[in-house]
C-alpha cells in the first residue's frame, strides 16, 4: 500500500512555511510558534483506507487553529486519535483545556472547533470518519477532548504504532478488516468491558506485541534479555509472551533475527571497519562459529561477504522499497471520499 507523501525538504526554505500552511488549508490555519531561520522543514504521510485514514506528522513547532471559518470551508467531522512519539502539545477544545504529553494518545473530533500550540512533534493520528464508526459515537463524543489514560490508552497507543507499522506490507483489499479491527480496539480501550477486551483480544495482542518489539530493540546488547525478564517489565506470564511470538518462530528466535538485523546494519556501513567478531560480541553473540552459522542462514551469505558488498556499494540485503511520488494537491482533498 503506498501513501500520499507531501514534505517540504525539496522546497527553498523561503518557501517551505507557507506550501505547509497550503497543504493543510482550508482544514487548519497554521502559523510557526516562532520564526525559523532556516526555513520550515516538515513531512505528512497519509494513508488513505476509505472509512480511515491515518497520518504520520513530523514538524516544527506550530500553532494550529481550527476556527468556525476552517469548518464551513472543510466540513470534516471525523474524530481523531493523537499519539506523539515526541513533543507535547497544548489542546483547547470545547470541553476544555488539556496537555498531551509524549507517549500518551488523545481524542478530539475535526468536527467541532480546536486549537492546539504544539513543541516539534513526531506524531501518528488515525482519523475515523463518522459513517463507519456511528455504533461508537456516543463513547468517541464522552471521551474526546481528553488524553486516554494508562493502562488502556498507553496499549491504544502501542496498537497505533503497530498499525502503522504493518501498512507498508498490507494491500488495499484489506481496509476492511484493518477498519474492523480498529473499531474492536478502540472500543476496548476508551470503554474497557469484558465485552468489548472479548472482541478486541487479538488487537490488545498486538498492542502488547509491539510494547515487546520496542523493549526489545532497546536492550538487543544486553545479556540480560531473557523472556523472564521481559515478563517481568510487562507484568505479563510466561505463556502470554509465548502466545505473542507463536506466529514469528518464538521469542528466542525473534531476539535473535533483531540481533542478526542490527549487526548486518552495522557491517553495511562503510565507516565501520571494527572487527566482525568485536561487531558480533555487542550484539551478545560470544561465539565467532556459531554466529557465523547463524547470520548465513539468515541472509544466504557470510558477515564478510556483506562488509566487502558494502565497501564497493553493492548491497547484498534489500532495503524497504521508495516511497513513490504523491498527486494530491493537498491535505483536504484526501477527505473528498467522505464529502460525495
Not at 517540504?8 to 512555511?17: A, E, K, V
Not at 532556516?38 to 491515518?54: P, Y
Not at 546488547?221 to 514469528?248: D, H, K, W
Not at 558477515?303 to 548491497?315: N, T
Request: a positive charge.
Amino acid at each position: 500500500m503506498t501513501p500520499t507523501t507531501f514534505a517540504t525538504q525539496n522546497l527553498r526554505p523561503r518557501d517551505q512555511l507557507r506550501a505547509w500552511q497550503e497543504w493543510f488549508a482550508p482544514v487548519f490555519d497554521i502559523s510557526p510558534m516562532e520564526q525559523a531561520e532556516e526555513g520550515f522543514s516538515a513531512k505528512n504521510i497519509v494513508w488513505s483506507l476509505g472509512d480511515i485514514s491515518i497520518s504520520r506528522v513530523s514538524a516544527a513547532s506550530v500553532h494550529v487553529k481550527r476556527a468556525k471559518a476552517n469548518l464551513a470551508k472543510a466540513p470534516i467531522d471525523h474524530w481523531v486519535l493523537t499519539y506523539c512519539r515526541q513533543g507535547v502539545t497544548k489542546v483547547q477544545t470545547p470541553k476544555g483545556e488539556f496537555d498531551a504529553a509524549g507517549g500518551v494518545p488523545f481524542l478530539w473530533s475535526l468536527g467541532e472547533q480546536f486549537e492546539s500550540k504544539r513543541t516539534r512533534v513526531d506524531r501518528t493520528q488515525i482519523l475515523l470518519s463518522r459513517e463507519a464508526f456511528h455504533d461508537l459515537a456516543p463513547l468517541l463524543d464522552a471521551a474526546r477532548g481528553a488524553v486516554l489514560e494508562k493502562p488502556w490508552g498507553g496499549l491504544l497507543g502501542d496498537y497505533i504504532l503497530a498499525v502503522e507499522r504493518w501498512l507498508p506490507l498490507m494491500k488495499e483489499s484489506d481496509a476492511p478488516r484493518l477498519t474492523a479491527a480498529v473499531r474492536n480496539m478502540v472500543a476496548a480501550c476508551i470503554a474497557p468491558s469484558a465485552e468489548h477486551g472479548f472482541l478486541a483480544r487479538e488487537e490488545i495482542d498486538c498492542g502488547l506485541l509491539e510494547r515487546v518489539r520496542r523493549i526489545i530493540q532497546a536492550q538487543l546488547q544486553s545479556l540480560q534479555l531473557q523472556p523472564a525478564v521481559l515478563c517481568r517489565m510487562l507484568g505479563i506470564s510466561r505463556s502470554q509472551l509465548y502466545r505473542l511470538f507463536e506466529r514469528t518462530g518464538g521469542v528466542a528466535h525473534y531476539i535473535q533475527r533483531q540481533r542478526l538485523l542490527r549487526v548486518c546494519a552495522v557491517l553495511s556501513d562503510p565507516a565501520n571497519q571494527r572487527p566482525i567478531a568485536a561487531i558480533a560480541a555487542d550484539f551478545c553473540f560470544e561465539d565467532a562459529s556459531s554466529f557465523s552459522r547463524a547470520f548465513r542462514q539468515e541472509f544466504g551469505c557470510s558477515p564478510s561477504e556483506v562488509r566487502s558488498a558494502a565497501k564497493v556499494g553493492i548491497p547484498l540485503v534489500a532495503t524497504r522499497r521508495n516511497e513513490m511520488k504523491a498527486e494530491v494537491v493537498r491535505f483536504a482533498d484526501l477527505f473528498t471520499v467522505f464529502r460525495d
